[in-house]
Structure formats: C-alpha cells, structure tokens
C-alpha cells in the first residue's frame, strides 16, 4: 500500500509539472523587430545628391535602427495557440523626432500609428479619463461622434485633443512592409485642461461602412501634455450605428405633430418609459410575428406593483416624413393613432431600433395590427402577400 501511494503521489506530481511546462511556464522564444519607416536621422539631404538609382537605399541608411523584443510564449501556445502569449498587447517606441505605438496580435505586428513627439506615455493611470461617448445622426443624415474627457489627475493638461477611431473614417491608412500606418481623427477639446475640469469634442463621420443598426467597434484617444510628457490614452466602446430615417430629431418632430392633434395635455418625455420601450424593442423584435409580443410580462418586470397605465405603439415609419407618417396613422392605423392621442396619457418614451420587419404587399384589407395577433396568419387569412426585411423599428411607450 505504502508502494501505491508514493506511486501515485510521484504520478501526480509528474502531471503537475507537465501541464506547468505546457500551460504555465514560458518556455519558447519568439521576436519581434520594430522600426519606424519614415524617421530618420539627421543628414539624410545628402541623399539628394546621389543618383536617383541610388536614393532609397541611402535614405534608407539613415533610418534609426529597428528595436528588437525577444519574449517566451507557453509551449501549449507554440504547439496549439493556447496558453501564454509572448508579448504585450502593444508596444511604445521613441526614435528620433517621432514616437509609435504598435500593435500587436498573437506573435505579429498588426498595426501602427506613428505621433509627432520625441516621447509619449500610453494610458497612464489617474491623469485622464473619457467619461461619455454618444454616436447620434443629425437632420442632414450624417453621424457625429461626441466625447468627454475629464482630468482626474493634480496637474494641468495643456493642447488637449480627442482622436476618433472609427471604421472606414481614418485620417490615413496606409501600409509599409506589411504593417498598417493609420491615424484617427482628432478634434481639439480644450487648450487647457484644469484639474477635475472636463472637455468635449465631436467628429463627423463621412464614410458609412458599417450598416444601419449595426454593432460596431471604435475607439476615443485623448492626446495633451502633462509637463514635459506627452500622455496618450485610449478606450475601446461598442455601439450601434444609426439608422437612417427616424432618429431623435425625427421623433421629437413627430410628437409635435402628435401634440398639435391632442385635446389633453402635451406628451412629456419619461426617461422610464425610455428605458422601458428599449425593453420592449427586444423582446418584439426576437419575436416579430407575433404584434406586441410579451407587453405584460415585460410590464410586471419593469414597473412591479405599479398600476400605471401604459400604452403602446410599434411602428415602422420607413421614409415618411413626421407629418407625412402622422398622415398614415390617421388614415390606416386609427387604433394606433387613438392611443397616442389618449388624453389619459401624458408622457411617452421611444426606442428607435433596426430588425426583420414583415413588409406588406399591396393592396391589403389589414392595415393596423392589433396588440397578440399572429401576423402571418392573419395576413394569410386575408390573402395578403408579404415578404420581410431589415427595416426600422420605431417602438413608443405612452403612459399616465
């Protein structure tokens, strides 16, 4: 027995220090060589003296020299691409009059961007931080991107701007030896920045590569000096992109027009009913064939106990005008149109969001939907024709 048991425990002890040696211990080594392509060392007019021929090579001497990383990685990562990576995420490096950050992705470097400055700091801790983001589209139907730093840290911020990552609107993109240069948009926020003081600063996007309702990811960099230190810090946020058609100032046009029509009192905007017509989008629009799915159940979550009385609205304005969609509901949905001018309501809230819609083929007797109705069926059981798409949802909450 006594046999068996050192037996085992030498077994055990094996298998630790095998899986230690696969998953744990970085064992395997791996480099990298970074350079900056366009930074050069002083002397490098002489170049224009020589033969055309003979130019690029003899700028090329006068490049600093690259700067070498050698790291270990788990052999589980050599063998498989599990376990501990060999290098960090990115990399800082001064040459010259210029500092790069670059990036990297398991054991290449996957991207760069190059600043104008003999040093940068990256994401120093307790001197910056980006409090709110919003991405919104405007009336002409462009998208603006909106951020705001705040300086959490003792000493003033001078020449503070805010950078704009966002896909398919980079200021450059270009590729040098396999390495892509970019460099986001930037917009000055402030010339200087007080101690717990705040800034803001917008970009409009110009390309649109990201479809309508969309998730997508960007990133804001806040640029400035700390003293003799330039700091860059980053954060990577996820949204949505805008839809097209409806937005904020589409809907708030819309409810004027509903208010000029009402005999009671004007509808108020309720954060609450907000958050609770966002609620709702999702519930109805992971279950588009039923109308109104799930009210009561998402009711009883979001107001337990309470005996407010709650309205609601699901529409797909597509690319009516606020009066011209005002215009339909009288005329085809007047059920729908009776519930936002009910003068027993007084507040409303919206959610504008982007899914399968069913689109109705015309002509059609069924022109409204009235609240648990299997949509398909009852279009099949007038003999409608239809076919869906990815559309706007327009969802509004109305409530006492």
């Known amino acids: 027995m006594k046999l068996r048991r050192r037996t085992s425990g030498a077994l055990a002890i094996a298998a630790a220090l095998v899986v230690l040696f696969l998953f744990v211990i970085p064992t395997v080594p791996y480099s990298l060589s970074i350079q900056i392509p366009f930074d050069f060392r002083p002397g490098m007019t002489a170049c224009n003296d020589v033969p055309v021929a003979s130019q690029l090579s003899c700028e090329n001497s006068y490049l600093y020299p690259p700067v070498n990383f050698t790291e270990r990685a788990s052999l589980s990562y050599a063998l498989f691409g599990r376990g501990i990576q060999p290098f960090n995420s990115s990399y800082v490096v001064a040459r010259g009059d210029y500092s790069a950050i670059f990036y990297v992705s398991g054991t290449k470097i996957s991207s760069a961007e190059a600043f104008p400055f003999e040093h940068i700091t990256l994401n120093p801790s307790g001197v910056v931080a980006i409090t709110s983001t919003s991405v919104t589209r405007d009336l002409f139907g462009f998208v603006n991107f909106t951020a705001t730093a705040e300086n959490v840290g003792s000493q003033p911020l001078e020449r503070v701007f805010l950078g704009f990552a966002v896909p398919g609107n980079w200021l450059y993109n270009q590729t040098y030896d396999g390495i892509t240069w970019s460099q ?25 590569s990201i479809a309508p309702g969309g998730p997508f990811n960007y990133r804001i960099q806040v640029l400035g000096a700390d003293g003799n230190t330039t700091i860059v810090y980053q954060e990577h946020f996820q949204g949505t992109w805008p839809t097209k058609g409806v937005s904020s100032y589409w809907v708030s046009s819309f409810i004027q027009q509903v208010n000029s029509n009402r005999t009671g009192p004007k509808l108020v905007e309720d954060q609450m009913l907000d958050a609770f017509a966002a609620a709702r989008f999702q519930t109805q629009v992971a279950n588009y064939n039923v109308s109104n799915y799930g009210f009561q159940g998402d009711y009883s979550t979001s107001f337990p106990g309470s005996t407010r009385q709650i309205g609601e609205v699901t529409l797909w304005p597509g690319a009516d005008s606020p009066s011209g969609y005002v215009s339909v509901l009288q005329q085809s949905a007047p059920g729908h149109w009776s519930v936002l001018t009910n003068p027993s309501y007084t507040h409303f809230g919206y959610y504008i969001g982007y899914g399968p819609t069913i689109i109705v083929s015309q002509p059609c007797q069924v022109t409204e939907f009235p609240g648990g109705q299997n949509i398909p069926a009852l279009l099949a059981s007038h003999g409608c024709q239809f076919h869906i798409e990815q559309t706007v949802w327009l969802v509004i909450e109305v409530g006492s």
Do not use: G, I, Y
């Open 184 to 208: 986001d948009n930037r917009a000055q926020c402030a010339d200087t920045l007080l101690p717990h003081s705040t800034c803001s600063a917008s970009f409009r996007a110009l390309n649109e």
